[in-house]
């Protein structure tokens, strides 16, 4: 069975740093383009940062450039986002999403709360 499976969230102050990981199973993840979403209270999901099976950066969004990056490590069936200088709007469920062709995967989320 597919699984994604996030951690690391949790409580912060602003300008803290946080390390998510996202450890997948049972499918050939270095053939899959990883990606971290968030998801703010009352705010429709939002990409973050996408890495290529290849460990190619594609993308991130505006607001986390140059704080947050994300890398892998496939034999380890392993995506990471290192979040740095986090803010109070990073506050969010962080989602592991999985995609190749057709198929897509997600995790169940992590919550990342900055707070002082």
């Known amino acids: 069975q597919v699984q994604l499976v996030e951690s690391g969230g949790g409580l912060v102050q602003p300008g803290g740093s946080l390390r998510l990981s996202c450890a997948a199973s049972a499918f050939t993840f270095s053939s899959y383009t990883m990606s971290w979403y968030r998801q703010a209270p009352g705010k429709e999901r939002e990409l973050v940062a996408v890495i290529t099976s290849a460990g190619i950066s594609l993308n991130y969004a505006d607001s986390v450039k140059g704080r947050f990056t994300i890398s892998r490590d496939n034999p380890k069936n392993t995506v990471y986002l290192q979040m740095n200088s986090l803010k109070l709007e990073d506050t969010a469920v962080y989602y592991c999403?999985?995609?190749?062709?057709?198929?897509?995967?997600w995790g169940q989320g992590t919550q990342v709360t900055v707070s002082s």
């Open positions: 999403n999985a995609r190749w062709y057709h198929k897509d995967y």
